[in-house]
């Protein structure tokens, strides 16, 4: 079995908004994606999908998304990213997915082997993305700009990181292999230790995948993204990572 992960699809089907407006590499983004994923995902792979699904606003708003990403190859394991504003209560968006796609929040999933854990995370900006290139509209930034003003952050932060602890609990004991799904970056390119890399590390993590940072990827970037502690790190936004999902693990 093959694990692999890809995050900021940033679909929109139901109310159309063209990502074109972040750079030339999103037009056509959907169909890009479709087909790299049918080219290199098998049935009874795993694709990690750590948030930023759909720009929808309400649930059935992403009923189209959903039923697209039901009938791709492979089984599905979603995470809530901070756009995700569909996702209200995790019961009803698990009422609503197809088969073969499964939610995680405050729990954890075991598949042939493979634990599967993970929170939508939040902003640190005290992490330094410098090195994946000089700042533009739509792409890295520098640091991590903040959402809802300081001390709002830093209660979203602790939370978010109860969230994840939570998560990781709940993994199986017999799994070989442990993957952690996270939207916000956990660490930067420098692999600075932060509450959550101790957390990984802490509950042996094998395999961490995050998003939400963004850029064509062309010349900085590479993936693994880094190791630290025994955790292989990954970034795999979708304009970071070609628009294809990104292998991470075999099984």
């Given amino acids: ?123 640190d900006p005290t992490l330094d993305f410098r090195s994946l290139g000089p700042p533009s509209a739509g792409e890295a930034p520098d640091r991590l700009l903040g959402i809802r003003g300081e001390e709002e952050d830093r209660k979203l932060y602790r939370r978010e990181l109860d969230r994840l602890e939570a998560s990781l609990r709940a993994l199986d004991a017999a799994a070989r292999l442990r993957v952690a799904l996270l939207h916000f970056p956990p660490t930067s390119p420098s692999l600075e230790a932060t509450p959550v890399t101790e957390l990984l590390e802490r509950h042996r993590v094998d395999v961490a995948v995050f998003g939400h940072l963004h850029g064509d990827g062309a010349e900085a970037f590479r993936n693994p993204f880094g190791e630290r502690g025994g955790v292989r790190y990954y970034l795999v936004s979708a304009d970071f990572a070609g628009f294809a999902p990104v292998e991470v693990a075999r099984t």
Avoid: T
């Fill in 1 to 123: 079995m093959r694990i692999w992960a890809l995050a900021d699809l940033h679909l929109s089907f139901a109310r159309p908004k063209p990502m074109d407006v972040f750079g030339e590499r999103w037009r056509g983004h959907g169909a890009r994606i479709e087909a790299a994923w049918r080219e290199r995902v098998g049935p009874d792979d795993v694709v990690c999908l750590p948030g930023d699904l759909s720009w929808a606003l309400r649930l059935p708003e992403a009923a189209g998304e959903l039923a697209w990403l039901g009938g791709l190859p492979g089984r599905k394991v979603l995470v809530k990213g901070n756009h995700d504003y569909w996702w209200d209560s995790v019961s009803k968006v698990r009422r609503a997915l197809p088969p073969g796609v499964f939610a995680l929040q405050h729990d954890a999933l075991l598949l042939d082997g493979a634990g599967l854990a993970g929170a939508r995370g939040w902003v």
